[in-house]
């Protein structure tokens, strides 16, 4: 007995036969049209007025038709309804065209639907022309896209409704900034008010302190109401907003700001105790550094990895431990100390030609 009679009168079993998942197809007959019968791909084969010649064993199954029913049909018959019309245009662009490839609905023998992908062919058999379509069931996959459109709409509008949330949140964020500017704004001016009635040089300087204090509070929520992300800020832009006010509210004296800052912007707390640290270095220099009442005073600004470096020099004759040991500014002293702290930073002062104070803290 040959090996493809074996074949044909019985399944191979053993698992080390690299043939034995194979179709057998008889040599004695037809070997193509075999083929095309076993093929997993359903097959139909109609003519230009779309009636069916010839179906493969994978259409009988998906369709449910036996061959005798099948072969008394169109092709319009195994269409629903909605999609005549669609068929009616394909079969016109099948006679122009060599291969397409389209979408549309099938119904089966028991009424439901299913979606396909047909690509059908154009063949002459002597002088017939013959129609030789290929049918893929792709309703799970237009489910599968069903749902994800489904999903993305979801997606939009859940992305519409956070966008909207972060609108509001912006807007309101604005307004609480905007009118907590205005009110420390009204009441600086009313402390401001109030250091101009007194009589008292020490008491007139302490309200100042004050005032300079409140101003660094509230230019915080100036800066950040017009900044995009409303809890960082460009640190130069807010130093120097505080420095030059402690000058112009000194207006005695006569000093030169000079300025070197690396772009860098801080989260609004940070910021703050930087900003109080300042009010009360400048305070600081403008009192004691310079007896003429004139001088530069030079402000630095830089990172070095995750480390700021913040710095105030004055070009003083006397050193600052000098000062100290006097006990000038010793209150104000412990106030840069908290400061400090608070941005878990170290504070270090060197003398040469000048003060320097120097800020170092983490980002």
């Not at 470096?309 to 070009?315: A, E, I, L, P, R």
Request: glycine letters at 4%; one cysteine or more.
């Amino acid at each position: 007995m040959s090996l493809n009679e074996k074949r044909k009168n019985q399944p191979y079993k053993n698992d080390k036969d690299p043939l034995k998942d194979f179709k057998y197809l008889d040599p004695n007959k037809d070997i193509y049209k075999q083929i095309f019968e076993f093929s997993i791909i359903p097959t139909i084969v109609h003519d230009l007025n779309m009636n069916i010649i010839d179906v493969n064993n994978s259409a009988l199954k998906e369709f449910g038709y036996s061959k005798e029913e099948f072969l008394s049909k169109s092709v319009f018959e195994l269409h629903t309804e909605g999609q005549l019309n669609h068929s009616e245009e394909v079969r016109k662009k099948m006679k122009t065209e060599d291969t397409i490839s389209v979408e549309t609905k099938f119904k089966r023998k028991d009424g439901s639907v299913f979606d396909a992908e047909v690509t059908p062919c154009r063949y002459l058999i002597g002088q017939t022309p013959i129609i030789h379509v290929y049918i893929k069931n792709i309703t799970s996959r237009k489910v599968e896209e069903k749902n994800l459109n489904a999903l993305n709409k979801k997606l939009l509008s859940t992305n519409q409704e956070l966008k909207d949330s972060i609108n509001l949140n912006d807007y309101l964020t604005k307004e609480i900034h905007h009118r907590t500017k205005n009110n420390l704004q009204m009441l600086n001016s009313i402390i401001s008010l109030q250091a101009l009635k007194q009589k008292n040089y020490d008491t007139q300087v302490f309200i100042k302190s004050v005032s300079s204090k409140i101003y660094s509070i509230a230019k915080i929520h100036e800066l950040l109401l017009q900044s995009e992300n409303h809890d960082n800020l460009l640190i130069k832009d807010y130093i120097l907003s505080i420095t030059n006010n402690i000058l112009q509210n000194s207006s005695k004296f006569k000093h030169t700001v000079r300025s070197d800052f690396e772009k860098h912007s801080l989260q609004s707390d940070y910021a703050l105790n930087l900003g109080f640290i300042t009010n009360e270095l400048i305070t600081n220099v403008i009192k004691h550094a310079y007896p003429d009442g004139k001088g530069f005073i030079d402000l630095k600004l830089s990172k070095t990895n995750d480390t700021y470096t913040f710095s105030v020099k004055d070009y003083s004759a006397q050193s600052f431990n000098e000062k100290a040991n006097q006990g000038i500014e010793s209150s104000g002293w412990e106030l840069i100390n908290i400061f400090t702290e608070q941005l878990k930073g170290k504070m270090e002062v060197k003398y040469d030609n000048g003060n320097e104070f120097i800020l170092t803290f983490p980002e």
